[in-house]
């Protein structure tokens, strides 16, 4: 057993070649900047499509969020029959009130100068109205009651 | 496992090729001889002991400093290369043909007769089953104390011994009866 056991222990004697040896140790050296750098690489590739996915979600995310709240004409209203309605209502009691404050005003606006013109110059008043009625006037017609009218007023 | 080890293994884990450089220097002939007695072929050896390496740098990041030699880790590794090596080998090549003489390997300097006797033990280890095979290697080849050979195989102390036993009875009946296919 002694004997084989010495034997064995001869077998140390195999060792590998020194060229071997040394041109692996330098390519397994070697081998960690690119396994670093292919590391890193992958790493930002992930991070990047990541970050784009997770901008992306958050866009429409904003967005839909958006066309919800806003005020703005890009919401589509003229789907919802409930709102047209309410649209049409408002908008026949907006012109009512308008037509009204307008005939209020003109009314007001006549009155004034009506009143105005007696006032303060008949005579003038008179002049005036008479030289457009007779440009207007015509004459060829007898029975225009308009121009009866103004001898009417004139004579008054 | 040495102060010194300790402290070139966490330095390669933090990416410091000099320190695993070192590691490589103390461990690389002990692999090299280990491969080698499993394959016996000088460049299939050499191979699988840069792939060992190579491999052992890439993982250093997940080797586990449980107080265990550095050794044992890439005899563990070794020996998955080894079973890996002989898996695609199956199909393709006869054990047989991949022996090399010693001579031709290595020129050790050594008498003939010498050269045949330790070709023949190299020859008879190989008719040894792969656990006594380890076992072997390591103890008397490469000196290493039974608790470090139990751990790089994942065995008990007291299994390592059993197999060492048996091993070199083995070996002993092998050399002794085998002349003629050591021989052959």
């Given at each position: 057993m002694e004997q084989i056991i010495s034997q064995l222990k001869k077998?140390?004697?195999i060792k590998p070649n020194t060229d071997y040896k040394n041109k692996s140790k330098l390519l397994i050296l070697e081998t960690y900047n690119q396994t670093s750098f292919t590391r890193f690489n992958e790493i930002f590739k992930f991070s990047l499509a990541l970050s784009l996915t997770a901008s992306f979600l958050l866009l429409i995310i904003g967005g839909v969020n958006y066309l919800e709240n806003s005020?703005?004409?890009?919401?589509?209203?003229?789907?919802n029959i409930k709102t047209l309605e309410a649209e049409a209502k408002n908008l026949k009691l907006d012109i009512t009130i308008s037509e009204i404050e307008k005939y209020e005003v003109n009314q007001d606006n006549l009155s004034i100068a009506l009143s105005q013109a007696i006032t303060d110059n008949p005579i003038q008043f008179e002049s005036i109205v008479l030289n457009k009625e007779t440009k207007d006037v015509n004459l060829n017609d007898p029975v225009n009651k308009d121009i009866d009218n103004a001898l009417q007023k004139i004579l008054e | 496992m040495i102060e010194s080890e300790h402290k070139l293994i966490q330095q390669a884990k933090q990416g410091e090729s000099s320190a695993f450089g070192v590691l490589y220097d103390n461990y690389h002939e002990k692999i090299f001889r280990f491969v080698y007695f499993k394959v016996s072929h000088k460049e299939e050896a050499e191979d699988l002991t840069h792939q060992v390496f190579l491999n052992a740098w890439k993982n250093i990041r997940n080797y586990?400093?449980?107080?265990?030699?550095?050794s044992s880790w890439l005899y563990r590794i070794a020996k998955n290369k080894v079973i890996d090596y002989y898996r695609l080998k199956k199909n393709n090549t006869s054990l047989d043909s991949i022996k090399d003489s010693l001579h031709d390997d290595y020129n050790i300097e050594l008498a003939t007769e010498e050269i045949l006797n330790l070709e023949n033990i190299r020859n008879a280890i190989k008719e040894l089953n792969e656990d006594q095979q380890d076992v072997l290697i390591m103890r008397f080849i490469e000196d290493l104390p039974i608790k470090e050979v139990a751990t790089s195989l994942g065995k008990t102390e007291s299994a390592v011994k059993l197999i060492q036993l048996r091993a070199i009875k083995k070996l002993k009946n092998i050399i002794k009866n085998g002349t003629d296919y050591i021989t052959a």
């Open positions: 077998l140390q004697n005020p703005l004409p890009l919401t589509i209203t003229g789907l | 586990k400093d449980q107080n265990l030699p550095f």
